[in-house]
């Protein structure tokens, strides 16, 4: 049965259509596939193979849809046709089928190997790693409607959210990614830092574009310290007053609660 399997997988993700009676590792079309009156086997079998890819095609479209937008459909099933046969799926759920397609673009960028690169394979593939870590965040396991904390909550009992993930880019991929999501059909954008932060609640994701110091805070209670020590490394960091850092505090407090970025410890 494993050798059918490998068989089908090969077949199947090869481009052209195959010769039945030509055998391919010692297997031929007309040996698996049975005939109808209406149609010979190798007509089942392309069926089936266009299908499959058709899915496949649809699957990639699924994970990785602001970059489909941003490639071009053209494009974008022509970079995804090459990753499906170079990596082709070994897992029983297609969730895990674009794991390695950012690496696939990094691997296939047309400037590969220029002393001058270009900017635009860059920015696809920071959206691609992007989109899957997306994919992975909402279907991760995690309990849901945890205790979130609320404005009466001391400092010393914030407790950054079970489904917590800060991102840092070269490109404003998160803020395309939600214009994208938004439909507003956002222009390819030009090379800038970006930081944002992703959660999960209720089964929602929330997006968040945040700046350089908040990042830097949030990654010291990511780290496991308290609220203290992470103001104290603020303002080390940034060169802030004590004063400066409890001002901007009291306003990154309240967001970043209504955000739902925090529970109760």
């Known amino acids: 049965m494993g050798q059918v399997q490998q068989w089908m997988q090969g077949m199947v993700l090869q481009q052209g259509i195959a010769d039945p009676c030509d055998p391919v590792g010692q297997m031929r079309i007309i040996d698996v596939v049975n005939s109808s009156q209406r149609l010979s086997a190798v007509r089942h079998f392309d069926i089936y193979r266009g299908s499959y890819i058709a899915r496949l095609r649809e699957c990639m479209r699924n994970q990785f849809s602001a970059l489909a937008y941003a490639l ?22 297609l969730n895990e089928l674009g794991r390695k397609f950012p690496g696939f673009l990094e691997e296939t960028r047309p400037d590969a190997g220029l002393e001058q690169k270009e900017s ?44 917590f993930h800060l991102f840092h880019h070269h490109y404003p991929v998160c803020r395309y990614y939600l214009e994208f999501s938004q439909k507003k059909e956002p222009e390819l954008p ?44 603020l303002a080390r960091k940034f060169h802030f007053s004590a004063v ?20 109760k410890g």
């Open 244 to 263: 400066d850092v409890d001002e901007m505090w009291q306003e990154w407090r309240e967001n970043f609660i209504a955000s739902g970025f925090f529970v």
């Open 120 to 163: 635009w394979p860059d920015f696809m593939i920071e959206l691609a790693g992007f989109e899957y870590s997306l994919s992975l965040i909402f279907d991760g396991l995690s309990a849901e409607n945890p205790d979130m904390a609320d404005e009466e909550t001391p400092d010393e009992a914030l407790r950054l959210s079970p489904v």
């Open 72 to 93: 071009g459909r053209e494009l974008f099933e022509a970079f995804a046709d090459q990753y499906i046969e170079a990596y082709p799926s070994h897992s029983y759920t």
């Open 190 to 233: 030009f090379p800038v830092e970006s930081w944002c932060v992703v959660t999960r609640l209720n089964y929602r994701l929330g997006l968040f574009v945040i700046k350089p110091a908040q990042f830097f805070f949030l990654s010291c209670l990511a780290g496991g310290g308290p609220v203290s020590l992470a103001k104290e490394e």
